[in-house]
């Protein structure tokens, strides 16, 4: 690596405030704030608004959304434009 060129990397705590979760990991990423961490030391913290202790894929409250119901929506107000009645595909006009 070029020496003068790169940000300092080094211990920083991601809290995410919402779900009282907080990890230790290294990174370039810089706060103002600090905290004490379980070990003693005071680390840089900074505040997310999501991780995964609190994103609905990761926590297994995700919703699946009604893909089927929309495509029907969509067809009922646009048509099937683009098909023939045999089922076959007419050219596109631009």
Known sequence: MKPGIHPPYGPV?????????A????????????VEW???NTYPVIDVEISSASHPFYTGT???LDTAGRVERFERRYGRHGRRGDGAV?????
């Open 62 to 64: 995700a919703r699946v």
């Open 90 to 94: 007419d050219k596109e006009i631009r």
């Open 23 to 34: 990890f230790l990991t290294r990174s370039t990423a810089t706060s103002d704030k600090t």
């Open 13 to 21: 705590v991601f809290r995410d405030r919402a779900a009282d979760f």
């Open 38 to 40: 379980e070990d003693g």
